[in-house]
């Protein structure tokens, strides 16, 4: 997760949440670091490579961070 200061700090995966059920839950939003994604579970999923400062939209809780989704779609900032 990247911090304010700008520095990235590891914390516990949580899995995929809705941005819906995360915006009603005590969570504060982060930036999550990856460098690719796939759109299936699996060996043969298509990867899509983010680009050069993107990130994922996380969201914080007590716990460790989810990867927040839009309709089933993981949300990319």
Aim: aromatic content about 10%; charged content about 25%.
């Amino acid at each position: 997760m990247l911090t304010r200061a700008g520095e990235y700090r590891y914390v516990s995966w949580l899995g995929f949440i809705e941005r819906e059920e995360a915006l009603s839950a005590d969570a504060r939003p982060v930036r999550l670091e990856a460098f690719a994604y796939a759109l299936d579970e699996g060996f043969g999923a298509d990867r899509i490579e983010l680009k050069s400062g993107q990130h994922i939209q996380g969201c914080l809780v007590h716990g460790g961070v989810y990867g927040v989704v839009v309709g089933g779609v993981l949300r990319v900032v």
